[in-house]
């Protein structure tokens, strides 16, 4: 086994541990932070095929955006962080069958598969993120949407608070 | 960053780094001293109206071409600032008769304002779609605000959730847009496609969202439906500012869009907007006679009115009025944003604790028993509906000549006959303010007294020397 190998077998337990314990965990606060873990992963993954670019904005998105809205909407609106319902319900048995019949037809598909045929254009030379970094701080290309946008998110930051604070006082 | 993108936004830079640093001198004030912020909130407003004026006449891009610095900028840029002011001074003793008054409500409204502004300057759909949501998340806080109400927590979330729908739209149609043409910069957008570069179907299909997503913003029908409902449900000083900023800000953005980014396919857009400003005028005119709340009928009167403004955007198919048809807009918007304003504050002055007051039959014997406060609705709604001698007539005067000399005679015959159809619910309000006898309560609290008192004066002076004001108004133009 290469090293790559290693690594990508160690990620993959991270992601899909970090993904049952999203689906088993009580408490919400917990499974949006197992949601952060196995996000993580894959944004590793992704580096690991040296597509810098689509990692950094797994993390930037995934984690940054999505992962945080969750934890903000659990902490906002729930006074309990439990859930106190059983996770399995009736269905569980052709639930378990319906993701059976999809994870071998996917198998099926991908065993069967003869790879890629056409390869996506070769990006320009360079650091992509490096790129998009710069233009994002660059006043001749997005310093002015990127800065308007932290304020954009510091109004509704006080709207959000407002509005949840206020109905949980009463 | 140079100094031309500094000088280009310094009102918006200003007005930003005010509204942040009152957020924190909020903290140390007082809660029964909340009139302190106001105070500060609108000397922040009035600072950035000063150095907006001071740029009269100038010309600046900047951010490499993100926004411009031009006449129509500065013009639609003061009276923006102008109903902010106006929307503090209605907020001022109403919100804390209410007890609403926080701190936030004014830092909101400032950074409402910032969005509304920096719309008007904005050169390229990426900013156009920021500024659009700076403006709206504060005003989806502020409809909610009084959330021990539910009819302001269904207001605040209704306006949200279409708020939120009409972004998407407005999203795509700029993701389209920019497949077509490859940028999203209004000069490369329009030289592209007067190049012949970019694919027409996607960039009318492109226009044609952000058009969609505009009119849920401004309440063009058929996309008016939640007006009522967020008007009546907002607390009313909300409300005012809703009905003055947001279309302002609304309405500059598509004109600056539409006439600079997508000159060569107005013709192709005009007739549809013809059409939906002929539904909005019949929708919201027809529908507000039926109205028993002022709050409501006053949500579909702006609906309407919505629709006169965009009449002028069907003048735009033709290069030679396209000026004029952007001066005729920002004149109607400056004659509504006054009117409205002193509308608003007479309602706030008669509107109750406890939600009570709203009905127009509460307004009988208003002119017996406060005989300057009637006269001053009567100018008001006279204005609306555009009788002299009032800024409403000469707004309408200028919106009908540029649609007539636009060759759109029955568009123009359409807003003449629904002018006449509001005339009978609005002068109903007289009707009943002066024939029907009651004993109305009214609150006496100076700014609001200061507000339909001024904006009366103002609807009957500024009507008498309109010239001097239309000459302001065509001189902000686009660059």
């Avoid at chain 2, 105070?39 to 922040?44: D, F, H, Q, S």
């Avoid at chain 2, 006439?259 to 507000?288: K, Q, R």
Wanted: avoid cysteine; hydrophobic fraction near 60%.
């Amino acid at each position: 086994m290469t090293t790559m190998q290693v690594l990508f077998l160690f990620f993959a337990a991270i992601i899909l541990g970090s993904a049952i314990k999203v689906v088993t965990t009580k408490k919400m606060i917990h499974a949006a932070f197992w949601l952060v873990v196995a996000l993580f992963g894959i944004a590793a993954l992704y580096a690991m095929l040296n597509a810098g670019f689509l990692a950094m904005v797994q993390i930037v998105v995934y984690v940054g955006a999505i992962a945080i809205l969750f934890i903000f909407a659990v902490m906002l609106t729930r006074k309990e962080l439990l859930d106190k319902g059983a996770a399995l319900n009736n269905n569980k048995t052709i639930a378990a069958l319906i993701s059976l019949v999809f994870f071998g037809g996917l198998l099926l598909l991908l065993t069967n598969w003869s790879g890629f045929t056409k390869m996506a254009p070769d990006l320009p030379e360079g650091d992509m993120v490096a790129k998009l970094g710069e233009a994002l701080v660059t006043p001749n290309a997005y310093l002015l949407p990127f800065e308007v946008a932290s304020v954009l998110l510091l109004a509704a930051l006080i709207g959000a608070v407002y509005v949840a604070n206020e109905a949980r006082s009463e | 960053m140079n100094q031309a993108d500094f000088y280009s936004l310094l009102p918006i830079i200003v007005l930003t780094t005010w509204s942040a640093l009152l957020l924190i001198v909020d903290l140390f004030i007082d809660d029964k001293k909340k009139g302190i912020t106001a105070v500060l909130a609108a000397a922040g407003l009035a600072l950035t109206m000063g150095l907006t004026l001071s740029q009269t006449g100038q010309t600046v891009i900047g951010f490499n071409g993100m926004v411009i610095l031009d006449g129509f900028s500065t013009f639609v840029n003061t009276l923006l600032l102008f109903s902010g002011l106006m929307a503090i001074s209605v907020a001022y003793g109403y919100i804390k008769r209410r007890g609403i008054e926080r701190g936030e409500y004014y830092s909101l409204i400032l950074f409402s304002i910032v969005g509304m502004m920096l719309m008007a300057q904005a050169r390229d759909l990426i900013v156009v779609f920021i500024a659009l949501e700076m403006l709206s998340i504060p005003l989806y806080v502020l409809a909610a605000i009084d959330n021990s109400n539910a009819k302001s927590e269904e207001a605040g979330i209704k306006y949200f959730l279409l708020g939120a729908f009409s972004g998407g739209f407005v999203v795509y149609g700029v993701a389209l847009v920019f497949g077509a043409t490859g940028s999203t910069a209004f000069a490369e957008i329009a030289a592209s496609i007067a190049t012949g570069n970019a694919e027409t179907l996607l960039v009318l299909a492109g226009a044609a969202l952000i058009l969609v997503g505009f009119g849920f913003k401004v309440g063009a029908v058929p996309f008016q439906m939640w007006t009522p409902d967020v008007y009546e449900g907002a607390p009313t000083s909300v409300t005012a500012f809703m009905a003055a900023g947001a279309k302002i800000a609304g309405f500059s953005a598509l004109m600056r869009v539409f006439a600079t980014a997508f000159p060569d396919i107005a013709v192709d857009i005009a007739p549809v907007l013809a059409v939906i400003a002929a539904l909005t005028m019949i929708v919201g005119n027809v529908a507000a006679i039926a109205q028993k709340n002022i709050k409501r009928m006053l949500a579909y009167s702006s609906i309407a009115h919505a629709g006169y403004i965009l009449m002028a955007f069907a003048a735009f198919a033709n290069p030679a009025l396209r000026d004029d048809a952007i001066s005729a807009g920002i004149f109607y918007l400056v004659a509504y944003a006054i009117t409205s304003f002193g509308t608003w504050a007479i309602v706030i002055s008669l509107e109750k604790e406890d939600g009570k007051g709203l009905a127009i039959e509460d307004y009988a014997g208003l002119g017996r028993t406060k005989p300057l406060m009637a006269a001053a609705m009567t100018i008001f709604m006279l204005s609306l509906t555009g009788i002299p001698p009032t800024l409403g007539l000469i707004g309408k005067l200028y919106l009908f000549r540029v649609v007539v000399e636009a060759q759109f005679m029955w568009l123009a015959l359409i807003g003449i006959l629904t002018s006449l159809i509001s005339a009978y619910y609005y002068l109903r309000v007289i009707v009943i303010m002066y024939m029907k006898e009651g004993e109305p309560e009214t609150v006496s609290e100076s700014w609001l007294t200061f507000t339909w008192g001024a904006m009366a004066v103002l609807t009957v002076v500024l009507s008498l020397i309109p010239a001097s004001l239309f000459a302001w108004a065509s001189g902000a133009l686009m660059k």
